[in-house]
């Protein structure tokens, strides 16, 4: 149980983001802890994708503060975020099927050795990653095209490792995968949770969901609707909170 005097890693006060006339987040308060998995569901148009977005320096807030680690942060750049110890797997996975899984996992943050690619470094490192996700992807050059799609998104997370982030934002990631490949992603989101850090799993399916997070917080209409501790949240209650059947105060 985390100590209620530990300041949290990251925690967003009344954020709202608007786009013109429209209010995609409106005065949300969040908070993620280390070694914790918070889940973030709500229906389409939810506003989930644009705090997903904000914390990753795609959007800056209209307004509100996001902290890290105490400290508010200005995130204006996913360059920003990264150094700051931010990193997120989007929906559409920015992996290239003409590649292996390590050249895929250090795509743009190439170890070199002089003017040379370390090619041995990175085999190393990447099983290293795999490893730490208890991947089942058995050779590190494997071309991606010959990976099923879990094996992808596992690709995709330990990806992020590279950066050694405090805090991984995935975005859908079981979307579309068959039972087993769902079992196998939500392994690796527990062993992020398991290196420490900070997770936030967005996620339209509930079972998923209570599978594996600690807590679920709910957005409706840009705005949160209930938070939840996973292990006793019953699907009624949640599913009440994101149509809007209930308003759970905090």
Same mark, same amino acid.
């Given at each position: 149980m985390r100590d209620p005097d530990e300041t949290p890693l990251l925690a967003l006060e009344s954020v709202t983001k608007r786009f013109g006339a429209i209010e995609a987040v409106v005065d949300l308060d969040l908070v993620v802890n280390r070694h914790e998995v918070v889940a973030l569901v709500g229906d389409n148009a939810a506003g989930k994708s644009t705090v997903a977005r904000m914390i990753a320096g795609v959007y800056s807030p209209t307004s509100g503060v996001i902290r890290l680690d105490g400290r508010a942060v200005d995130i204006p750049s996913t360059g920003v975020a990264h150094q700051l110890g931010i990193a997120t797997v989007? !929906?559409?996975l920015a992996l290239c099927e003409n590649l292996d899984v390590t050249s895929n996992i250090f795509l743009g943050r190439e170890i070199r050795s002089g003017r040379l690619l370390d090619e041995e470094a990175?085999?190393?490192q990447a099983r290293e990653f795999l490893d730490r996700l208890n991947s089942r992807i058995p050779d590190v050059r494997t071309p #991606?095209? !010959? #990976?099923?799609?879990? !094996? @992808? !998104?596992? *690709?995709?997370?330990? @990806?992020t490792l590279v950066a050694d982030p405090r805090l991984v934002i995935l975005d859908e990631p079981t979307a579309s995968l068959s039972v087993t490949q769902t079992a196998e992603v939500l392994t690796h989101i527990l062993s992020l949770r398991d290196l420490g850090l900070g997770v936030i799993f967005i996620s339209h399916n509930l079972t998923d969901v209570r599978a594996i997070a600690d807590r679920i917080e *709910? #957005?409706?209409?840009? @705005?949160s609707n209930g938070s939840?501790?996973? @292990?006793e949240a019953s699907y009624e209650d949640v599913i009440a909170a994101m149509t809007g059947a209930t308003r759970i105060r905090r």
């Open positions: 989007f !929906q559409e990175m085999e190393q #991606l095209f !010959q #990976l099923s799609a879990g !094996q @992808r !998104q596992c *690709v995709a997370i330990a @990806r *709910v #957005l409706r209409h840009g @705005r939840f501790d996973a @292990r």
